[in-house]
């Protein structure tokens, strides 16, 4: 019988290896990458445990609401009593552990959830404070740090800024100065976006919050959640953010969700949004489900697992990139508080290779060619490396970087991790294929002109 299992095991190693030369994928590519992934059990046992309970949390918060099957249909029209999206946003509630939440396909992206928070939150002459540096590139326009069509700052709303010091942690001393008798909400990422700042962990975003409670009790703490939902066992929720804000095209959208966006929190602030979404006087009452709600349930229940993926493929990302040279963050050892991997390539064709590896893996548009363009929202060109189901989804395996130093690239999400480990070994392919990584694994070195 043992006999039989290591006849089998390397029958199906063989046949690995010739599958992934169909994808271009040298064995001494494969051997190096499997050699990374041997050091890695004890990380991806760990990351299978806390999907396991946050697999149960959902779960468990689906039955308590009673998820039946006719919450899977859909309204039309106005929408009213939609059986389906109001049990939904119980369901995201009791996830989060909030009063209310505002869930739905009518919010258009993750950018569109902080907006809407901010907007219906804030008014006229009050100001909103980031304690953590300068927010996600998008939300520059909406607070108009970049002037633009409609921005907080248009309708009088004041923007405050306090970085991070160097070694990124919170700067106290500064925050407690900046907070004043305008300062009505403040935004927290918990992510690092396009900044090669650390990732805030849970506990971090808790000890922020607190502090600025001892400040301004009655201050409002916004979290935007993006990249971060099912990473680990809480959530910003459960540390006194009074909203938790996010994309359903990334992490709680499970990959199935077509479109969508969240904000779980306190009431009074969730109704503010609501009445903000779609009218004074008409809140939540109104907004057909269409026909999404199949994919956000299913896409909600498979969420923990496909965050997992994708976290297996950030890490396994971190530990190759590192072992040849290049700087990751985080580093292959550090623990993971969202499921992005920058790693800093160096030069644009670093980072043009190692998309255009990723998109070479896709299920979807694998025969095309991305390349830099000026993106609506973004300062520099960017580069984006995506094949999905879901037009832009970065639960999809998926990178991007802009092309401004240090050329660093954001390699994000997997629904499985099996995929993930093909798009992250035809990067690197594709980086021993262009000459900037050596038959050697090191890096090579690079004429930047
Ligand atoms: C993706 C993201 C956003 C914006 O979401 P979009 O869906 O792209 O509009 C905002 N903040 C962070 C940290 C993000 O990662």
């Known amino acids: 019988m043992k006999n039989e299992n290591t006849y089998q095991n390397l029958k199906i190693s063989q046949q690995l290896k010739e599958h992934y030369a169909m994808f271009g994928i040298s064995e001494q590519t494969l051997a190096f990458g499997n050699e990374i992934l041997s050091a890695l059990e004890e990380r991806f046992r760990q990351i299978d445990e806390t999907a396991e309970y946050n697999q149960l949390k959902v779960i468990r918060a689906m039955q308590e609401c009673h998820v039946s099957e006719a919450c899977l249909m859909g309204t039309t029209g106005y929408g009213y009593n939609d059986l389906g999206r109001d049990t939904l946003e119980e369901v995201y509630a009791k996830i989060f552990h909030t009063q209310d939440a505002l869930v739905r396909p009518q919010i258009t992206c993750g950018t569109h959830a902080l907006a809407l928070a901010l907007m219906s939150n804030l008014r006229p002459g009050d100001e909103l404070l980031s304690p953590v540096g300068k927010p996600y590139d998008t939300l520059e326009e909406v607070i108009g740090i970049r002037d633009a069509k409609g921005s907080l700052k248009e309708y009088g709303i004041a923007y405050r800024q306090v970085d991070l010091t160097s070694d990124g942690s919170f700067d106290y001393e500064a925050i407690r100065q900046a907070v004043n008798e305008k300062t009505k ?18 506990a971090q975003i808790g000890e922020l919050i607190a502090f600025v409670k001892k400040v301004k009790p009655d201050v409002i703490c916004m979290v935007d959640n993006c990249y971060g939902e099912f990473v680990e066992t809480i959530e910003p929720s459960d540390v006194g953010a009074d909203m938790t804000v996010g994309s359903l095209i990334k992490n ?8 969508g966006g969240y904000i779980a929190g306190k009431k009074d602030c969730i109704e503010n949004a609501a009445y903000r979404l779609t009218s004074p006087g008409l809140g939540k009452e109104v907004g057909a489900s269409l026909g999404v709600m199949g994919s956000f349930y299913q896409g909600l229940f498979l969420a923990p697992t496909v965050t997992a993926s994708a976290l297996k493929g950030a890490i396994f990302a971190a530990n190759i990139y590192e072992k040849i040279g290049f700087p990751v963050i985080p580093n292959g050892t550090e623990s993971r508080h969202d499921i992005i991997q920058a790693v800093t390539l160096g030069s644009p064709e670093g980072v043009i290779a190692f998309c255009q590896g990723i998109q070479a893996a896709a299920s979807v548009d694998s025969f095309v060619t991305p390349e830099p363009w000026d993106m609506p929202g973004y300062d520099a060109k960017v580069i984006m490396a995506a094949g999905a189901f879901v037009s832009g989804s970065s639960i999809e395996l998926s990178a991007d970087g802009p092309i401004v130093p240090p050329y660093a690239v954001y390699f994000q999400g997997g629904l499985t991790w099996q995929h993930a480990k093909l798009g992250i070994l035809k990067s690197l392919q594709n980086l021993i294929d262009q000459g900037i990584v050596g038959e050697n694994f090191r890096q090579c070195h690079i004429d930047l002109r």
């Open 185 to 202: 909400v403040v935004t927290i990422q918990r992510s690092k976006g396009y900044q090669t700042r650390p990732t805030l962990s849970v």
């Open 252 to 259: 709680p959208g499970g990959g199935l969700a077509p479109i």
